[in-house]
């Protein structure tokens, strides 16, 4: 069993206790024994930073969406696919029940024809799944897996001719436009171990090209506006030969000076409402009382902080220090850090990656403690 702070590890698929007055619409997450009350703005934050807490509820949401909604959704599972494998040296290994839904989905789509894979959520789904399994492989023993290699396979095999992937332009940030899943892809591809290597003693192959593709539309294409200037700063530190020193360094000042003075990042700040899935959620955010000024959030902050200390600057950084005292003073009750969602003020599943991100931003600085066998 493992163990945070000297404390048993949580039974992590029990029951949130939740008040008997809530219907099924007042879940973010609802199945079997788990039940997950909605992300709310006015949720008390907890007097101390509690791991536990955001543990259990990063793990019951995907084990709830996983089970109930039975699809890859890059918002809840995909995120915990790609980044929960990074915190195993805190939190210990992920349940390996979500790498066997990844592998399950992977092979449901594989038996669709490829036409139909490019339309849709479809592309995202292979994305995330590919980039799921090949952060798993690379935190569990570092070895690429059959699997991995499949879905990266078919992932290529579904690339536009531009060099990126299909998308519905709908839902901001994880299904808003190409740029995010150009990314995500070029993460994958440096995640899984040793796979790029692999590919280069084939140039020919399906694979090769597409990689090149990928290389050439992330270097060649403007990115949107800042937060697809933030995830190409990402791609970049997973991908060292994709940018120059330079162009990297000033990627860095354009996420720097999107801090807040309390020392928190607001995912708001980095595009304007028109240019969230293609203006479809502008109306939504301009209506926000808060719009002139927004709030940070759990989402921006803990992923600045990731991106940064991934692009080489030192946790001791004062704009580091900051966001993580930010951090460490605003987790809610239920664990998450609240992030409002940029579609609806409904379910709020953007505090998913706005809990999943902080954590990995604290590990990344040596703010958590690491996990140790009872």
């Known amino acids: 069993m493992r163990v945070f702070r000297g404390c048993a590890a949580i039974a992590l698929l029990g029951a949130v206790a939740v008040s008997p007055q809530l219907s099924a619409d007042d879940f973010q997450y609802q199945f079997e ?52 494998p990074l915190l195993s040296k805190t939190l210990g290994p992920p349940e390996a029940a979500n790498r066997t839904f990844f592998v399950e989905q992977l092979q449901k789509l594989q038996s669709e024809p490829l036409d139909r894979l490019k339309q849709s959520t479809r592309p995202a789904q292979v994305i995330y799944i590919a980039a799921g399994l090949a952060e798993w492989d690379a935190a569990s023993g570092g070895v690429l897996s059959a699997e991995t290699e499949t879905a990266l396979e078919l992932m290529f095999q579904i690339q536009t001719d531009e060099g990126t992937w299909g998308t519905l332009d709908c839902w901001p940030p994880f299904e808003s436009d190409a740029y995010h899943e150009a990314t995500v892809a070029a993460m994958a591809a440096a995640a899984a171990p040793g796979w790029i290597a692999k590919v280069a003693a084939t140039p020919d192959s399906v694979s090769a090209v597409g990689l090149e593709k990928l290389r050439k539309y992330l270097r060649t294409q403007p990115p949107l506006h800042d937060y697809s200037r933030v995830l190409l700063l990402w791609a970049a530190a997973r991908m060292p030969d994709l940018l120059p020193e330079a162009q990297r360094q000033e990627l860095r000042q354009v996420l720097l000076k999107h801090q807040k003075s309390d020392g928190s990042w607001s995912i708001r700040s980095f595009a304007a409402a028109e240019a969230w899935g293609g203006g479809n959620r502008a109306a939504k955010l301009k209506a926000e009382p808060d719009f002139a000024d927004p709030p940070g959030d759990g989402h921006m902050t803990g992923l600045a902080i990731v991106v940064l200390r991934e692009s080489g600057t030192a946790a001791s950084d004062a704009a580091i220090q900051k966001g993580l005292g930010w951090l460490k003073s605003n987790q809610r009750e239920s664990g998450r850090w609240w992030t409002r969602s940029l579609n609806t003020d409904s379910w709020h599943f953007i505090t998913y990656s706005g809990t999943a991100y902080p954590l990995l931003a604290l590990q990344m600085c040596q703010e958590l403690p690491v996990a140790r066998a009872e």
């Open 33 to 84: 024994g788990i039940s997950i009350p909605k992300a709310v703005a006015d949720e008390p934050v907890r007097s101390e930073l509690s791991i536990e807490a955001a543990a259990k509820y990063l793990e019951q949401g995907s084990v709830a969406w996983s089970g109930q909604r039975k699809c890859v959704s890059c918002h809840t599972n995909g995120t915990y696919m790609t980044i929960r």
